[in-house]
């Protein structure tokens, strides 16, 4: 039988811990058939972002078209968009799909990836057609323009239509790591997780997105679906827990033991 086939719309990421590199990897580790549409070209690492080159908007509608002329698509996982107009383009061309919204606002190291217009570009265009949204509580504080607790924010973003899980938590506080799903008119629901101590955790969000949309394209409920990509990022970060590659915060594990 036929995987079930999920797309990745991102950028890339020349050190392979996150972006597109990240997500193919992840659906191919969770039975998924990954397709992908580049929206930009990075020079990153460890250490950070050195250089971003945007694929012009035309280019990646075309990539677009010809994945979604082609292929059964059962899931859409967004990361990097870069501009406004992407993520216009990307609203238009992806709702009606189940869709989940990665808001890669600000890099790991700090590099900004997404301006003011960005950011309203996700509120107006992409979050009232997002399946979920899965900002980690710094990119859902900068969605919602202002501080607060995770389950506020979460609760929130969800008043936009979509269902939200910000993401993260205090675990050198608690041992644990608590993620606030929040959907459209329901009170936020906490999702605990095992917290694992490591600075190997570069493209962390992206391959917890990505497991997400993977377990979506397999036909699981959102909140089974959060729940598994979980536990599924806690397995790889306890595999990469004691790497010492790179000079700066390292790669979440994309690799599988090889009996």
């Not at 549409?37 to 012009?56: E, F, K, L, N």
Request: aromatic share 2%; net charge negative; proline share 7%.
């Amino acid at each position: 039988m036929n995987p079930p086939v999920a797309l990745t719309i991102a950028g890339t990421d020349s050190g392979g811990a996150a972006g597109t590199a990240a997500d193919l990897a992840t659906f191919a580790a969770l039975g998924v058939h990954g397709a992908c549409v580049i929206t930009a070209v990075t020079a990153q690492d460890t250490t950070g972002v050195s250089d971003i080159h945007a694929i012009p908007v035309a280019t990646v509608e075309a990539q677009l078209r010809a994945v979604f002329d082609d292929l059964p698509v059962a899931a859409v996982k967004t990361g990097m968009l870069g501009s406004a107009e992407a993520v216009a383009l990307v609203a238009r061309l992806c709702a009606g799909r189940p869709l989940v919204v990665d808001p890669v606002l600000v890099a790991t190291s700090g590099a900004v990836l997404g301006g003011e217009d960005v950011r309203r570009a996700y509120l107006d265009h992409l979050l009232p057609v997002a399946t979920v949204v899965t900002p980690n509580l710094d990119e859902a504080r900068a969605l919602a323009g202002h501080d607060g607790s995770p389950e506020e924010i979460a609760a929130e973003l969800a008043s936009v239509r979509s269902a939200v899980i910000v993401t993260g938590g205090d675990p050198e506080a608690t041992g644990t790591c608590t993620d606030w799903l929040a959907e459209p008119g329901r009170p936020p629901v906490p999702l605990t997780h095992p917290a694992v101590p490591t600075k190997n955790d570069h493209g962390t969000g992206c391959t917890y997105s990505s497991a997400l949309a993977a377990h979506l394209a397999h036909g699981a409920p959102l909140r089974e679906a959060a729940e598994q990509a979980a536990a599924y990022v806690t397995r790889q970060l306890t595999t990469s827990q004691h790497w010492t590659l790179g000079r700066g915060r390292g790669p979440i594990a994309h690799t599988k033991e090889i009996a």
